[in-house]
Every structure is written in C-alpha cells, then in structure tokens.
T-cell receptor
Framework: AQTVTQSQPEMSVQEAETVTLSCTYD???????LFWYKQPPSRQMILVIR??????QNATENRFSVNFQKAAKSFSLKISDSQLGDTAMYFC???????????FGPGTRLSVLP | KAGVTQTPRYLIKTRGQQVTLSCSPI?????VSWYQQTPGQGLQFLFE???????NKGNFPGRFSGRQFSNSRSEMNVSTLELGDSALYLC?????????????FGQGTRLTVV
C-alpha cells in the first residue's frame, strides 16, 4: 500500500517570500501521479499542481513549482512570492494508474503573514 | 460550467440513525469518489463509482455504502451512525478514464453525530 508523509504540520511565511513544503511517499509502482492540493477555510480542495512520475521535468504553475526526486521518493512544493490568499492546508497526494483514488498525506497548514 | 455540488452542507444526526449524502458531479464526468476527512485520520478514501458501478473501495466498514445513478449523481449512506463518523465528507468528480487524473472536489458535507 502506498503512503504519503508530510513532516511539517505547520509553517508560516512572510508575504512575498518563498516557502517550500515537503512530501515523501512510498510505493512499489513505477508509474504514478503526484499532486499538491490546497484546502482553504472554505473547505474546497483545489488542485495546485500535478506531476507525472515518468516525466523528469519538474511541473510548474505560475508561482508554484515542484522538486520531484523519483529515486528519493520526494515531492516538495515551492511557493514563490507568497500571497495572503495562499493561506490554507496543503495536501500532498499520490495516485497510481490502477486505483483511480488519491492517497493523501496528513497536510501542512501554511500561514502567510502580512 | 457548474462545479461539484454536495448536499446538504451541514447535517446533525443522533447515534444509531442513518444518513444519506448526495454528490452531483460536473456535467460529463462519470466518476465520483468519496473521502472522509477527520482531524485524527486525515483524508481517507471511501469508494469510487464509475458508470453506476463501484470500481474501487477503501477500508471502511459495511455501514458505509454508496451508489451512483445513470446521470452520474452519487449518494453515500452511513447506517447506525457512531460518534466517530463525525467528519467532513468530500466527493470528487472526474472523467474517469485511465489517464484522467484531474479531479474536482465539492465543498463537502459536514456531518456531526451527537
């Protein structure tokens, strides 16, 4: 069974600065997908970024980028130029090609301070 | 287009009762997945339906069940409610194909069991 670990329960960052959230996972699969989801106080899960394991190039979406290290089974999220609206719970998630369901990490609560 | 709609948003039930939650996916999406979110256990996968068939199931007792209708709307039912069933229940919809990993979440139903 796959597991996802996020070792930082809480983090804070000053507005306009950069922050990196950590995620590690365990799987015996070779092909899979990794995700970062954001859950603001409204509770709705919002996709931040997605990475396909067979792609070596790190995914980037505007201010959000990942550092995907397949051999180390590490998938960290970097948020540049942090904004107050980035304040939320961030979940790292794994999906294999067969199950069609997410395995989520425990989450990191990020606070962006003015 | 309309997003994923979950009803009701809030629910209070008594131990021993049963409850039915509803999820209307994005138009054209054929897959609906359900997740339970609690402070202690985090986000856990309940089950996934695709074209009216349960395609995948998490590790929950038989008191948790679901179904999907021909219009892709899904319901989940919890019988003989326990205090520990208090949680945020999230559903996610996707196209459901093997490579269709993009899932859209509803805002959830907050169930409180007293």
């Amino acid at each position: 069974a796959q597991t996802v670990t996020q070792s930082q329960p809480e983090m804070s960052v000053q507005e306009a600065e950069t922050v990196t959230l950590s995620c590690t996972y365990d799987t015996s699969e070779n092909n899979y997908y990794l995700f970062w989801y954001k859950q603001p106080p409204s509770r709705q899960m919002i996709l931040v970024i997605r990475q396909e394991a067979y792609k070596q190039q790190n995914a980037t979406e505007n201010r959000f980028s990942v550092n995907f290290q397949k051999a180390a089974k590490s998938f960290s999220l970097k948020i540049s130029d942090s904004q107050l609206g980035d304040t939320a719970m961030y979940f790292c998630a794994f999906m294999d090609l067969h199950g069609q369901n997410f395995v989520f990490g425990p989450g990191t609560r990020l606070s962006v301070l003015p | 287009k309309a997003g994923v709609t979950q009803t009701p948003r809030y629910l209070i039930k008594t131990r021993g009762q049963q409850v039915t939650l509803s999820c209307s996916p994005i138009s054209g999406h054929r897959s609906v997945s359900w997740y339970q979110q609690t402070p202690g256990q985090g986000l856990q996968f309940l089950f996934e339906y695709f074209s009216e068939t349960q395609r995948n199931k998490g590790n929950f007792p038989g008191r948790f069940s679901g179904r999907q209708f021909s219009n892709s709307r899904s319901e989940m039912n919890v019988s003989t409610l326990e205090l520990g069933d208090s949680a945020l229940y999230l559903c996610a919809s996707s196209l459901g194909g093997a490579q269709d990993t993009e899932a859209f979440f509803g805002q959830g139903t907050r169930l409180t069991v007293v």
